[in-house]
């Protein structure tokens, strides 16, 4: 199927990119990697009256690192922070939960920041997000303000940003010195979105666990360390919500919750 039709704007600089969604309000959408917009309005399930292209503004594709944080442009695509070797060496979970990102043509272009607002309940990058403690930073013709991972998931599709603003980077906070980490997941066919999926950060008197696919959006449980085997699961079980869909029953996203759950932390140590 093809989309509706739309009007598409193609802004040169961020000044310009923030006006016309000023002025568009809420008939314009955002467009970046495209890799979760287009299918959904080719399949008629998203019909927005207008489409702002950001890839054509300058200045947003870094990946920067400093003693606190890895900062990602809104044009860095999955594949660029993947790869990118200061990245991977301050903040190793990063790699680890992007190589299960969809597949690779899809992460050349998709981006991470498109990945966060798109806000998908089975999608890794959220789920390290809140682990390593994040924020977005979001733009608008009126100014710019900061929203913090634990505020920015509000439902399943749905993040805190409003009409006419820009997400123009996101930071990951660097774990402690000494930290482990691993992302671990189950999806029907490698590539697919995960049925569900765990990230872990095990650093010195403390481990957190994100599980993604169980919930609304990721769910963040930190655990006591050492963690008791029937404690952990207690935790979990409270935390997460599954449910029944096409893919998967809510029983067995529980059971995957906790066997990967108990995988990440092994794999982590
Ligand atoms: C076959 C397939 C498999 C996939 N598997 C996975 C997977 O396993 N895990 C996973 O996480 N993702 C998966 N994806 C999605 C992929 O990661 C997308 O790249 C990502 O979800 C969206 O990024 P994008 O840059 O393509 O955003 P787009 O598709 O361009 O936009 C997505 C949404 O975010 C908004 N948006 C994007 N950027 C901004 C911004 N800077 N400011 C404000 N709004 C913005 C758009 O308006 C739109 O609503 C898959 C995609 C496909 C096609």
Redesign the pocket.
């Known amino acids: 199927m093809k989309p509706p039709p739309f009007a598409y704007h193609r802004p040169r600089s961020l000044e310009e990119a923030l006006d016309v969604l000023a002025g568009l309000g809420g008939e314009g959408?955002?467009?970046?990697?495209?890799?979760?917009?287009?299918?959904l309005m080719s399949m008629r399930l998203?019909a927005p009256p207008a489409l702002v292209d950001?890839n054509h503004v300058p200045g947003l594709d870094a990946v920067e690192v400093d003693d606190v944080v890895v900062r990602v442009g809104?044009l860095a695509r999955?594949s660029r922070v993947e790869h990118d070797q200061a990245a991977y060496a301050a903040v190793p979970l990063l790699r680890q939960a992007l190589r299960?990102?969809?597949?690779p043509t899809?992460?050349n272009?998709?981006?991470t920041?498109?990945?966060l607002?798109?806000g998908?309940p089975?999608?890794?990058?959220p789920a390290v997000l809140c682990l390593l403690d994040g924020s977005v930073t979001l733009r608008s013709a009126d100014g710019s303000r900061e929203v913090a991972a634990a505020d920015f998931f509000t439902g399943p599709m749905e993040t805190a940003?409003r009409v006419g603003?820009?997400?123009?980077a996101t930071t990951f906070r660097r774990p402690p010195a000494g930290s482990r980490s691993a992302f671990v997941e189950v999806?029907r066919r490698h590539?697919?979105?995960?049925i569900c999926g765990v990230g872990a950060v095990v650093s010195e008197g403390s481990a957190t666990v994100a599980l993604i696919g169980v919930g609304a959006g990721p769910v963040l449980v930190p655990l006591p360390e050492p963690a008791d085997a029937d404690a952990v699961a207690g935790l979990v079980d409270a935390a997460i919500d599954p449910e029944d869909d096409i893919h998967a029953s809510a029983d067995y996203r529980r059971h995957l919750a906790h066997v990967l759950v108990r995988r990440a932390l092994v794999e982590a140590a």
Request: hydrophobic share 50%.
């Open positions: 959408k955002v467009l970046a990697g495209g890799q979760s917009l287009v299918p998203s950001v809104a999955h299960l990102v969809a597949h899809i992460r272009r998709g981006t920041v498109g990945s607002v798109h998908d089975a999608a890794e990058m940003v603003e820009l997400a123009v999806s590539g697919d979105y995960a």
